[in-house]
């Protein structure tokens, strides 16, 4: 394929990321109360954004491979962790937040409704914009079938959906106590490299936002299917990241005995 039709990929994430930055920015004026409309509105356009850049990804991934897949993921996330702010376009962390006291089921119902909404709706542009075929890697994808990423069984699937977002939970809650310089880099390239490793058995999404709106329906599994791999699998291992986060030895693996100490006498 052609280098033209890799700029053409890289344009639309990037146009993506400057259409979400700006209607950030207008949210930001037009709703100024800090209420949970604003937040919701956050929330939609962060998962409309992630949607929208990792439909283009899916061009990226099968036409230039999977280490073009993953630079353009890495340098998005890195993107993402800067700019989102309190949103996460992800419901399994209003989960864990409402495990740890911090917010209300209620709450975690409506984010959870506002991202869906932005990565489902968020496909008719991406439609739109592969229809007229500015690159020859878009040709036919407009209205063409699409085919599941799932290649293992759906109980293994969502064994590996859980287990990396297990990881990738704990990683994350480990760099933001520990703080280290880069934190946001060493996090995304973590999530990168999970990412990679499970593309060839589950497609690596980590996200059940993501995963409905790029895969729901598609050709190699059930909705059941879907539904267990990529919302039950992910969920269970970022809701065990809670619990396991606490326990004295883990948090003496990740964080070292010294730092588990100190953190002991300042309590």
């Not at 639309?12 to 109360?33: E, P, S, T, Y």
């Not at 933001?176 to 880069?182: H, V």
């Not at 990529?230 to 990740?254: D, E, H, N, T």
Request: aromatic letters at 12%; one cysteine or more.
């Amino acid at each position: 394929m052609s280098m033209t039709a890799l700029g053409v990929s890289t344009a639309f994430m990037v146009g993506c990321c400057i259409a979400a930055q700006i209607a950030r920015r207008l949210a930001c004026k037009f709703f100024k109360d800090q209420g949970i409309v604003p937040v919701l509105v956050n929330e939609a356009i962060a998962s409309a954004e992630l949607c929208a850049c990792c439909f283009e990804l899916i061009i990226v991934a099968d036409n230039f491979g999977v280490a073009a897949y993953a630079v353009f993921l890495f340098l998005l996330t890195v993107w993402w962790v800067k700019v989102w702010g309190d949103a996460s376009a992800c419901p399994y962390t209003h989960m864990e937040d409402m495990l740890e006291g911090k917010t209300s089921l209620k709450e975690v119902a409506l984010r959870t409704w506002a991202e869906l909404m932005g990565g489902c709706c968020v496909y008719r542009i991406v439609q739109v914009f592969w229809w007229f075929e500015f690159a020859e890697t878009h040709e036919g994808r407009a209205f063409e079938e699409c085919n599941a990423d799932l290649q293992v069984n759906p109980y293994l699937g969502a064994a590996i959906e859980g287990l990396a977002t297990l990881l990738c939970r704990l990683a994350s809650k480990t760099l933001s106590e520990k703080g280290p310089k880069f934190c946001s880099i060493i996090d995304s390239f973590i999530g990168t490299s999970l990412v990679v490793a499970a593309f060839n058995f589950s497609g690596g999404y980590f996200n059940p936002v993501l995963a409905t709106a790029l895969k729901w329906g598609c050709r190699g599994h059930t909705n059941l299917e879907h539904i267990i791999v990529y919302w039950i699998g992910a969920c269970v291992g970022a809701i065990l990241s809670v619990p396991l986060f606490r326990m004295q030895a883990v948090r003496k693996v990740l964080l070292g005995a010294d730092e588990v100490a100190e953190k002991k006498k300042e309590e």
